[in-house]
């Protein structure tokens, strides 16, 4: 058994490459071969964003606070609140973030597939948000 305590991972901000605005990432759990999950707290201020992304093995999104917005490419704009869970299948090019005036917070667990849990891509746009 491992307790990971809380305060014993440092935040870290969200790198300007992944993300539009400002975010707070907190590491929650990265688990060790042969398991292969990854998991983390993370926070968006006002109309903050990921750039859109894929997973190569999918993602579980657990909103706990705020109001977000979470696309599929192709799809709407669909708004995610505390409680909700969104899945992303593999490969599943997406991105998701804060409402336009409010903040929303995370849990995010994906899994590595040899070595990687994400594929970044191109921002999304202004015009893309849409708020």
């Known amino acids: 058994m491992e307790i990971k305590r809380n305060g014993s991972r440092p935040s870290v901000k969200g790198p300007e490459g992944w993300f539009t605005g400002t975010v707070r990432i907190d590491p929650l759990f990265q688990a060790d071969s ?5 998991g983390a707290q993370v926070t968006f201020e006002p109309g903050a964003r990921t750039a859109w992304h894929t997973h190569p093995l999918g993602q579980t999104l657990i909103v706990t606070s705020g109001f977000g917005l979470a696309q599929r490419e192709g799809g709407p704009i669909e708004e995610i609140h505390p409680g909700d869970v969104v899945w992303f299948p593999p490969a599943e090019k997406h991105w998701h973030g804060a409402g336009p005036t409010t903040a929303m917070t995370h849990i995010a667990i994906q899994e590595n597939l040899d070595g990687k849990a994400v594929d970044w891509m191109e921002k999304v746009t202004d015009e ?3 708020h």
């Open 128 to 130: 893309q948000y849409g």
């Open 34 to 38: 042969p398991a292969r999950a990854v």
